[in-house]
């Protein structure tokens, strides 16, 4: 090369090929962890401003929830573990009152509905201190 020529003429892309689903989901993981209420927009807008891309925003969406597994775990597992959860809690606090409720599906797994828990200490400090006294009022029978 002989000479150098420093004026561009070429245009700016703000598309690159390299910021997959997997680079931004590297990326938004360390945000999540940090701002852990990031909205989509919030996202793009970084992504422009620090990287200077435009991304599509369905990958960008996809993208979000994959890093919010990443971070707080997927929700499925998560309720898998409850049985886990229940039996532990009963093995360190006998005497407590855990049930599970779930909706029965034909083709899959039964859907989580509510837990209820009651510890056993909480049982008894509720009897110790409880008067035994039942008043009625003027309700309907």
Request: a positive charge; one cysteine or more.
């Amino acid at each position: 090369m002989k000479t150098f020529y420093n004026d561009h003429i070429c245009p700016r892309k703000s598309k690159n090929r390299a910021a997959n689903r997997k680079w931004l989901v590297g990326k938004l993981v360390k945000k999540f962890r940090k701002y852990p209420n990031l909205k989509d927009g919030e996202a793009a807008t970084y992504f422009k401003r620090r990287c200077d891309l435009d991304l599509n925003k369905s990958s960008l969406t996809k993208a979000l929830k994959n890093a919010r597994n990443v971070v707080y775990g997927d929700a499925a597992a998560q309720y898998l573990r409850l049985r886990y959860y229940a039996e532990t809690l009963l093995m360190c606090n006998p005497g407590s009152t855990i049930e599970i409720d779930v909706s029965p599906q034909l083709d899959s797994d039964p859907i989580f509905e509510k837990i209820y828990v009651c510890l056993d200490g909480c049982k008894k400090g509720f009897k110790a201190g409880c008067r035994p006294l039942i008043g009625l009022d003027g309700a309907f029978f």
